[in-house]
C-alpha cells in the first residue's frame, strides 16, 4: 500500500509517501511559509533526488495540489498517477480522551478534532486545514487520524490528574494528556525488539528530545507516566518552550508587566526554553558553540537541560521500579553524545554504565551505548513517527474489512 502521511502545521505542512509492504519512504518533502511570501517546497526522493519550487502558497489546499503534483512529477516524483496513492494518515496532536488508536476520518471524528481545539489551539486548528484539503483534493481517498495523545491514554488517573480543584478535570478535561506519542510507542517497541525482550515483560525509559522534548516512562507496552501534560509546553525545557516551573511564576510576571493571555502565551512557548536561558538560540547545535567560545548563559543553558533530562531519568526510574532501559530519540537524542553523557552521568549506583566510545561515534543511528555489563541498557533509535502513521493506517483498514 503507497500511504501519504501529512503533518500539517500553522504555516507548513510535511509529507512522505510510504510503502507499507517495506516500509520505505519513497519522498518526502516540507511545504513551509503557507500564507506568507516567499513560500517554498523542498522535497527529496528515496534515491537523493532534490527538488525545491518557490511559489505562492496561500493556503493549505494550494499546497497539496502543489505536494500531489510534486509526488507524479515526471522528473522528480515518485508515483505515476495519483491513483496510486491507497490512503491519507494525518497526524493530529489532540485526541482528548476520546482516541486511544487511530481512527478513519469521517464528519464525527472532524467535529471532535474541532472541539479538542480549545484545548489544543496552537494545533489542531492546523491539521484540520491539513485533513480538509487532503479531503478535498483525494475524496475517495481514505484518510485516518493518528493521534500525538492516544499512546499515553493508558495513564493511570494518579499521573494524569493534576493536583488543582478537581471541579477543572470534570468541566473542561484539564489533565496530563502527553504528546509525541507516535514516537514513544515506535521507539519504545524497537528497544524491546533489538534487545530480544518480550514487550509484555519490559520497561523503558524514552527521550525524545528534539525542538520539543519529552521523556515517557513507559511499562509492557504501555505509557505510565511522561512529561509533556496538559499542553506541549511542560517537562523537559524544550528549545523555545519553558517546561516546568513555578506556575506562581508567570502570575506574577503577567502582573508586573501587564500581559495579556496572548503576550504570556508568547512568553511560555516562543521565547522561553534553550532560547530563553541562553538568549543565543533554540538550536541545540548553536548553543553548544556559543558555550564553546565561553558563552556562559549558553553553557548554563546547555547544563540545565541535561539536568532536567536527568531529573525525568530519576523519576520514571522510580516508577518503573527499575527500567530495563533508556532510549534517546529526535534531533538532540540522536545526534548529540555530550547531551547523553551528561544526562547520564553519574547513574552508575542504580546500574547505567556508558560506553564512552560507543556513545561518541553514534550520530544518527541505532546503537546501544551502553556497556555489556550495564544492567540499564542505553541505546540511540532514530524515531521514524510517519512510519507508524503509516502502518496505523494499514490497521485501521483491515479493521474494517474485517468488520
Ligand atoms: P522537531 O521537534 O522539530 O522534529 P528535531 O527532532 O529535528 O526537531 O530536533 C531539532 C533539534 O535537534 C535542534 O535543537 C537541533 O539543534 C538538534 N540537533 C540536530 N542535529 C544535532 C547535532 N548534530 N548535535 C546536536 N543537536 C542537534
Redesign the pocket.
Known sequence: MKVLVLNSGSSSLKYQIIDTSTGDSLLRGLVDRIGMTKSVIKQKRFDGDVYELEDEIISHSVAIENVLKLIVDKQHGVLMSINEIDAVGHRVVHGGEKFSRSVLINDKVIKAIEEFSDIAPLHNPFNLRGINAAKKALPDVPQVAVFDTAFHQSLPEMAYIYPIPYVFYEKYKIRRYGFHGTSHYYVSKKCSEILEKNVNNFSVITCH????CSVSAVKNGSSVDTSLGFSTIAGVMM?TRCGDFDPAVILNIMEREELTIEQATSLLTKHSG?LGVSGVS???????NAAKNGNKRAELAFQMFCYIVKKFIGAYSVVLEGPDAIVFT???G???PD?RELSLKGLEFMGVKIDVEKNRSC??KEMIISTDDSKIKVLVIP?NEELVIAEDVVKVLEEMEDE
Request: charged share 25%; hydrophobic share 35%.
Open positions: 528530545l528534539g525542538n520539543g528549545g534553550l533554540s538550536d541545540m547545535r548553536e548553543i553548544k529526535a534531533g538532540i540522536e545526534n548529540d547531551v550520530i544518527g524515531t
